[in-house]
C-alpha cells in the first residue's frame, strides 16, 4: 500500500472499531490488519507521525462523532472506535513526548463530586483525545480542589465539568464559581444529561456541549 491507501485503510479501522489483527470485530474486516499494526506499518514505511495523526485518527475520530451526534451509532461502537484509536495512539506517544508532534492544546475533564457516573465524560475525553489535544482526566467525583490542583500543574488548559445526575448540579455550580473565582481567564465549558445552556450562563461557564463533537467544535474553535 502506498501513503494515501495507508491512512485510508488506518481511517477506517479507526472509524469502524478495527483494533488489531486478531480482533473478531468488525465481522466484515476479519482477519485484516486492524488499527495497530498499520499505524506500526505507516511509521515503518516513512509516513510522519503528524499525518498519521491528521490524516487518519482525527479524520476517522471526526466521522464517529458526527454519526454519534446523528444518532447513527451508539455508545458501544464509539467505544470501540475509541479503542481503536488509542492502540494507535500508543505508536505516536513517543513523537508527542519528544515534541515531534504538537497538540492543540490540554483539556482538564471531570465528573464533579457526588457523581459517580463517567460514560459521557469518557466518551468526551476519548472524542477530544482523538482530535489531537492532550487529555487530563481526573476521573469521577471530583472536588474543586482537584481540578484547582491540575488547572496550577496545566494554566492553560481548557477546562470540563460533567454531571449526570440534577442532584450534583448544584456542586458544578459550586466548582465552577471557585475555579473562576481563582482563574477569572480558564475556559471553562459543561456538560451532562441535566444540564443546558441556560444552566451555563447561570453559573458562569464560557461553552455547554450537549455532545462529545460540540465539545470538539469548541474547544477548536479556540486554537483556530
Known sequence: MDKNELL??????????????????????????????????????????????????????????????????????????????????????????????????????????GDLHDIGKNLVAMIVEGAGWEVIDLGVDVDAAKFIVAINE?????????????????NMQKIAAEIKSQFPDVKLVIGGAPVNDEFRDEIGADGYSPDPQSAVAYLNALVA
Not at 60 to 79: N, R
Open 8 to 113: 485510508t485503510k488506518l481511517a477506517e479501522c479507526v472509524e469502524f472499531g478495527k483494533v488489531n489483527k486478531a480482533a473478531p470485530y468488525p465481522p466484515t474486516m476479519k482477519g485484516q490488519d486492524g488499527a495497530d499494526e498499520l499505524t506500526k506499518q505507516a511509521l515503518e514505511i516513512g509516513i510522519k507521525p503528524v499525518d498519521i495523526l491528521n490524516d487518519a485518527l482525527i479524520f476517522a475520530m471526526d466521522k464517529v462523532g458526527e454519526k454519534f451526534t446523528q444518532k447513527k451509532i451508539f455508545v458501544p461502537q464509539m467505544l470501540i472506535s475509541a479503542k481503536a484509536m488509542n492502540v494507535a495512539m500508543e505508536h505516536l506517544k513517543p513523537f508527542f513526548q519528544s515534541g515531534e508532534v504538537k497538540r492543540k492544546g490540554k483539556f482538564i475533564i471531570g465528573t464533579v463530586s
Open 154 to 170: 496545566n494554566p492553560d488548559a481548557v477546562v470540563g465539568l460533567s454531571a449526570l445526575l440534577t442532584t450534583t448540579m448544584p
